[in-house]
């Protein structure tokens, strides 16, 4: 099949079953891969061949089915490719928002966040935040890799100095190692007792950080036990038993209202017509008893009302308790996650407390052998000719051991670079954090905003008296609608009411984020006049380039029907 279209208003004419339906699919090919190549080969076919040329340009889908197999090769230029253009460049039955809307549905949380790429900006916050993470800790290993190298160099540097003078001066050998001993003896303290400082410090802050936890978790555990998540949910679950039945009586008392409305006015116009028989049923009636009839039917129509008004205001309250009940279900369940992260973290900290002990009680070991260890060199040093030779051994061992440890690091030039450029990227990851916080405020500002505005001309070209509007509840976005001041709800709409608010929807997002340059629209879903349907197709130009309508006709053969932009009513 070849067909040729107009920039501007296109007629697709055609009897069932003869390729409309084909059509809008190879349309939509061209813009998306989301409409797979097996989508695209008929039954009985092992190949398939879309192409459409725009503006001098050709795009297509070559499509062949190989071998016993069945595998499927594609050769394709598509002229986008943005999954997008399924919701927006499709109106029919197949459309999901269609679909959803005219089934009455008010939640549009997942349309906004599709096509305003939502879900996008929201992985690519958390991708930065995870890159914020890295790099922070990168940064804390880096900082802490240069103090290091600079405190191996200036142990290095008094280390050559000592080595130094104790081969320059022997006569002040015994001296000189003596007090090397005693500095060692104080450095090594120093570090032990600094050492051991810091474990107490976290020991003890991890044994506060313990108790106020087991605080919180015994908080948690009386507060779930008085609330009891059980009843909670067989609360809510008698509730909503008691709203359908109160939805079912209001729907039999407003169906006998409507009957007791029909047969008073019938009984009125007997009245007054002071006639004899029934006009329902025929029958002989005496035309004194209309009144009396009336008078009934009236006081049964008070009766009513008011039980329909009674019926609202117990359904009113029961949809409050609902809702207070919905709060006390969430806040239990997230207070049993919290009560999980708790259990989680005083089990990592009762294991690092077990570790700390352990550090802790080798740290005042090893204090405690320090100083034993260095009366026992001093004795050493005073009594044997060999003391010069063993502290320069015990130096030059130190020296190795401090310049192994120096190779195992980068350059300190390469580590000041490396801390430079992490902290340029980190400040990168900030700004581009603020940004995609921004666009993601943006984007959902836009998609409401743009609604109302296509809504409102959208409703007063077709002449439609109801408004409506996106409100955000509960991080859900709800479609409202409203007559008046009165709120009626997407399902109490007509079907060409609803159809206008889907197409609403879909020319904003249009509007505000992606307009397709082919929109295809199915007409069994038009649930328009003639009039309303011109007024809704001229509005639709503004948004594609190429405006496409299927139109089932009952004559056995192919047509298209161009209507170009000029001709538009």
Known sequence: MEYEFVKGVNVFRAPNAWGKTSLAKGLLSVMTSAIKAEDLINVNSDRSYVQVEIDGKRYYRKIVVKGKG???????????????????????????????ILAGEEDVTWFITEVGEISKLKAKKSELENEKTNLLRDLEF?????????????????????????????????KKILESIEISKKNRADVLRSRLEVKRERYAMLVNRLNKLREELNKINQELVTEGV???TEKLERINAELR???????????????????????????????????????????????????????????????????AIKEAELNTKKREIEALLKESQKKLERKSAIESEIAKIEKELNEL??????????????????????????????????????????????EFELQEYPPETTILEEIQRKSARLKEVDEELAEVEQNLTRNITIAVSSFQTELSELL????????????????KM????????????????????????????????????????????????????????????????????????????????????????????
């Open 142 to 174: 880096l900082k802490a890799s240069y103090s290091r190298v600079k405190e191996i160099k200036s142990k290095l540097e008094k280390i050559y100095l000592e080595i130094e003078e104790l081969k320059k001066s022997k006569d002040f050998l015994s």
């Open 70 to 100: 069945g595998k499927i090769l594609e050769e394709s230029k598509l002229m986008l490719d943005d999954p997008r253009a399924l919701l927006l460049g499709y109106f029919s039955p197949e459309n999901p928002l269609v679909s959803k």
């Open 230 to 232: 059980a009843s909670i």
């Open 357 to 402: 002990d352990y550090q802790i009680k080798d740290l005042e070991i090893q204090i405690k052998s320090n100083d034993e260890r260095t009366s026992k060199e001093m004795t050493m040093v005073l009594t044997s000719d060999k003391a010069m030779e063993n502290r320069l051994k015990e130096l030059e061992e130190q020296r190795k051991s401090l």
């Open 478 to 569: 709800l479609l409202k609608v409203y007559k008046g001041n009165t709120e009626l709800g997407v399902k109490r709409l007509s079907t060409s009411e609803k159809t206008a608010l889907a197409l609403a929807l879909i020319a904003s997002a249009a509007k505000a984020f992606f307009a397709p340059p082919i929109m295809i629209l199915d007409e069994t879903v038009m649930a328009f006049d003639e009039t309303r349907f011109r007024q809704l197709v001229d509005y639709l130009t503004r948004f594609s380039k190429y405006i496409i309508i299927t139109r089932a006709d009952t004559n056995l053969s192919l047509e298209s029907q161009m209507v170009p932009m000029a001709q538009q009513a």
């Open 245 to 311: 039945e109160i939805s079912a009586k209001r729907g039999e008392i407003e169906g006998r209202l409507k009957s007791l409305e029909f047969l008073g006015e019938k009984v009125k116009e007997a009245e007054k017509a002071h006639t004899d028989h029934c006009p329902l049923c025929g029958t002989k009636v005496d035309p004194e008893s209309w009144r009396r009839r009336l008078q009934s039917i009236t006081e049964e129509l008070k009766g009513l009302g008011e039980a329909l008004r009674s019926l």
């Open 460 to 475: 007063s070209k077709l002449g439609f008296s109801y408004t409506a509007k996106i409100e955000v509840v509960n991080d």
